[in-house]
């Protein structure tokens, strides 16, 4: 074989290897066919390394600046039925006004994002507990917005109420998401939408959705949850699990022992609507439910207390939590607890 062809072939071979990686771990490169983003579409700014970069241009996550990353993990968010009616009565902005700082104080926020936001009707706007469409919700199409302006930038749409108008009003809700720039993760249906990954402040994160109610394999997230820790990064595992109102059921327990087994950093979960306990599993921590952060639950004080951890992550992988408790007023705001804005 000559000089000539020798060079050539190693060519091939490097050519070949690389395009393999990228397909088969496109998130180091920054690569994503989901959620709307393309390294293609100039409008994009993918200069942080993210998949479905803020399409506003306006990602704070764009600069390293030598800090720790701050992660604000919260709970259920509802904008249907009272808190709807509260929204066009005082503006959106209002139901925030107390816990604003608190989201915008932190590099992300994340929160499960409890229904469909679609252009339909509301059929709960105006009803009472036990009545017809009580719990069949849709958000207004402003939520998208609503939600990046006040720093909530990922969302888990793993849940019992995404598709409380079907797969159209889980199709019409990602437009709206997308459109806002919120990245999400936890689609029903689609695999290529079940996680979400992206590089910031030289960290990477790998977002997770285990839905119990969704049809989700157990075996499957255990698989995910096992890559995405083989990238080195920290796999944050954001759960639909439980019984409403009710102590952390056995079942629960063991499930979320498995996934920091697989490599899961923290294991936070959702739908209960209360807060649960939490415990430390071989040095990781597991917070069987944060309770509500946006919701018209009011009947009982647990309801209305909710729980936000505020991750700070280091460099070296480790992760310090800070809890936060905030509480559901009346008018439809959420507030740290202790702490209201009259």
């Known amino acids: 074989m000559t000089y000539k062809k020798i060079i050539i072939f190693y060519i091939f071979t490097i050519s070949v290897f690389f395009s393999f990686f990228a397909i088969r771990f496109p998130y180091v490169f920054g690569i994503r066919a989901d959620q709307g983003a393309s390294l293609a579409d100039s409008s994009l700014d993918v200069s942080d390394g993210s998949s479905n970069a803020n399409k506003s241009g306006n990602d704070s996550l764009s600069s390293y600046d030598g800090k720790p990353l701050t992660v604000l993990i919260a709970g259920d968010v509802m904008f249907d039925r009272y808190i709807r009616r509260s929204s066009e009565q005082r503006g959106g902005d209002y139901i925030f006004s107390c816990v604003n700082y608190l989201l ?12 469909p936001i679609t252009s339909n009707d509301s059929l709960s706007r105006s009803t009472h507990e036990g009545d017809n469409h009580n719990t069949t919700f849709t958000f207004a199409t402003s939520t998208a917005q609503l939600l990046i302006e006040n720093n909530i930038k990922i969302v888990s749409i793993g849940n019992n109420h995404i598709l409380n108008f079907g797969k159209d009003g889980l199709l019409e809700t990602r437009n709206w998401l997308n459109g806002a720039g919120v990245r999400f993760f936890g689609d029903p249906y689609d695999d290529n939408y079940k996680e979400f990954q992206m590089m910031t402040k030289k960290i990477f994160l790998t977002f997770i959705n285990y839905n119990e109610f969704g049809g989700d394999k157990k075996e499957r997230v255990l698989e995910r949850i096992k890559e995405a820790s083989k990238l080195g990064g920290i796999v944050i595992v954001y759960t ?9 059921p056995p079942r629960v327990k063991d499930l979320a022992r498995q996934f920091v087994d697989a490599g899961a950093d923290i294991v936070v979960g959702s739908h209960p609507h209360i807060v649960q306990e939490n415990e430390t599993y071989k040095g990781k921590k597991i917070y069987y439910s944060l309770g509500n952060f946006i919701f018209d639950q009011y009947f009982d004080d647990n309801v209305m207390e909710g729980l936000t951890l505020r991750l700070t992550i280091n460099q070296d992988r480790s992760i310090d939590v800070q809890e936060i408790p905030v509480q559901l007023e009346k008018d439809g705001r959420t507030c740290i607890k202790g702490l209201h804005t009259w």
Do not use: F, K, R
Request: glycine fraction near 10%.
């Open 240 to 248: 639909h699990w439980g019984d409403e109102y009710l102590p952390v």
């Open 104 to 115: 915008t104080s932190s590099d992300i926020a994340l929160a499960n994002l409890e229904g």
